[in-house]
């Protein structure tokens, strides 16, 4: 049982009643947590191919029913669900995880989800589900090194709806905005508050720099911003955030778009993910005094998988309208500390820091001794609304495994740091231009990312098929001539993700 200390402040109204983490809750709980509620309605939910939230809802009908359910889940029908399964898997069996178990907080009716798995016909993890390719690759990761990655995503987003004449918009000055300037800040903590209570790991949010009105509508970009946790969880949390921030959004009447780039000028919206490594609960990529070795050894494998990893990053033509240079979006290919031009760059970590400004805001405050040194995280900048997040988190993972274990990678990250503008550094590698592009740069690197039996073959295949069939080749002499114009193209993937 947790202790009233941890349980106090704890919003999930499960770990609350049941007085233990989530990660602790068994099949017993479960239950009895909907017997003492009276909770009529269970939803198995599980991330299809796309990239998006589904469901599958039940009403409870006994109690041997609600336990049948919770031990053996359901079938599915694979081949609607995902582009690629192997033959024998068009069936597939979904099988709750009781440890992601929620309140939906938007169910008429009181209703638990769960996240489920997905298995094949012999009962074994799918190996091309999204969820178990990231599950290898943190295997594969924890076996060659010790360590496991962590990640926090930050993710961006617009809002559009009619324009307001009392304190009206101010393009690009929404960075941490406040009311009444800033807009529809009920969505954004309305959102803050159902991820809490749901067991998300939130940091924070915030208005960001990306306001604008046109055609009599004001688009405001907003930021969720989460905690580091196991990289499986950061990208089930992402998938997670984008389902509440669209139920949110609909209940205002207002729309919530995770598209990259909205309009031609303005700022577009990003995924970044912060990565640390973890070993026994300890943080490698720092001891309080700067970058480790490790952590060049891992920026290194970022650098050197970057161009194929935004064949999972950035997976619509419209991605490549917003790495563009001088729109604080990375084309180039490297690194530096606190340097937003950058592709991996090295954000502040409270490095080198004692208890001296706390006591400065703080002059009645004594001394607080030593101070955490496990914040230093590491930032991927190019991934976008897009992203196929678990195939892009999984990758993430596969360079940094190689980054550790293939000599000379340090090296190779200590050459391509750059203090300055990364767009105006000349000799630097070049994020691709397009999906079909990020297809060739997979497929040109498919064998690291299938060692191990991380990737299936077959995925890549249909993967890389998949992005040359957007038929973006010629992206930006397309647009240059008009045989394609911006908007069409937003237009076409303004529900990406």
């Not at 890549?460 to 098929?465: G, P, R, V």
Request: aromatic share 8%; charged share 20%; glycine share 8%.
């Amino acid at each position: 049982m947790l202790s009233n200390d941890n349980l106090s402040l704890n919003p999930n109204p499960l770990v609350q009643a049941l007085g233990k983490q989530a990660k602790e809750f068994t099949k017993a709980d479960i239950i009895g947590y909907i017997e003492d509620n009276n909770i009529p309605m269970l939803n198995l939910r599980y991330v299809g191919g796309d990239g998006r939230l589904k469901t599958l809802n039940f009403a409870i009908q006994s109690k041997a029913h609600l336990d049948r359910l919770l031990t053996l889940g359901e079938r599915v029908d694979g081949s609607s669900l995902f582009t690629f399964v192997d033959a024998t898997s068009s069936d597939l069996y979904v099988v709750p995880r009781l440890s992601t178990a929620f309140l939906n907080p938007f169910a008429p009716i009181p209703t638990l989800d769960i996240l489920c798995g997905f298995y094949d016909v012999d009962g074994a993890p799918l190996a091309s589900a999204p969820q178990e390719i990231l599950r290898k690759a943190q295997r594969a990761l924890k076996e060659d090194t010790g360590c496991e990655l962590q990640a926090l995503g930050e993710l961006e987003y617009y809002l559009f709806s009619a324009q307001e004449e009392l304190f009206p918009v101010e393009p690009q000055r929404g960075y941490h905005e406040s009311g009444p300037f800033s807009k529809w800040e009920d969505v954004r903590t309305e959102t803050l508050l159902h991820l809490v209570r749901m067991g998300c790991s939130v940091k924070y949010a915030h208005s960001e720099v990306g306001n604008f009105v046109a055609d009599g509508r004001q688009m405001i970009q907003q930021e969720i911003e989460f905690l580091p946790v196991d990289a499986c969880d950061a990208a089930d949390q992402m998938v997670l955030a984008k389902w509440v921030l669209r139920e949110v959004a609909h209940s205002y009447g207002i729309e919530v778009s995770f598209s990259p780039k909205i309009a031609v000028g303005q700022a577009g919206s990003g995924m970044h993910f912060h990565t640390r490594l973890v070993r026994d609960g300890v943080n490698q990529f720092s001891t309080g005094s700067g970058l480790t070795e490790e952590a060049l050894k891992v920026i290194g494998g970022y650098l050197s998988h970057a161009a194929s990893l935004t064949a999972f990053g950035n997976t619509a033509p419209t991605s490549f309208l917003r790495l563009v240079p001088h729109q604080e979006a990375p084309t180039a290919i490297c690194w530096g500390d606190r340097n937003r031009s950058v592709l991996v760059r090295v954000p502040l970590g409270w490095q080198n820091i004692d208890d001296s400004m706390f006591r400065d805001a703080n002059p009645s405050e004594g001394p607080l001794g030593d101070l955490p040194n496990d914040s230093q995280t590491v930032e991927l900048r190019s991934p976008d609304g897009s992203a196929a997040v678990h195939l892009l988190l999984a990758g993430i993972t596969v360079a940094a495994r190689l980054g550790l274990t293939v000599p000379g990678m340090a090296d190779y990250a200590r050459v391509r740091k750059v203090d300055g503008d990364a767009s105006q550094t000349p000799g630097l590698d070049q994020l691709p231009a397009s999906c079909f592009e990020a297809a060739g740069r997979l497929l040109a690197q498919r064998g690291d990312y299938e060692a191990r039996g991380v990737f299936p073959a077959g995925l890549i295949d249909s993967w890389a098929s998949r992005l040359i069939a957007l038929g973006d080749e010629h992206l930006r002499e397309d647009l240059a001539d008009s045989r394609l114009s911006v908007e069409e193209l937003v237009e076409r993937y303004f529900h990406i993700g």
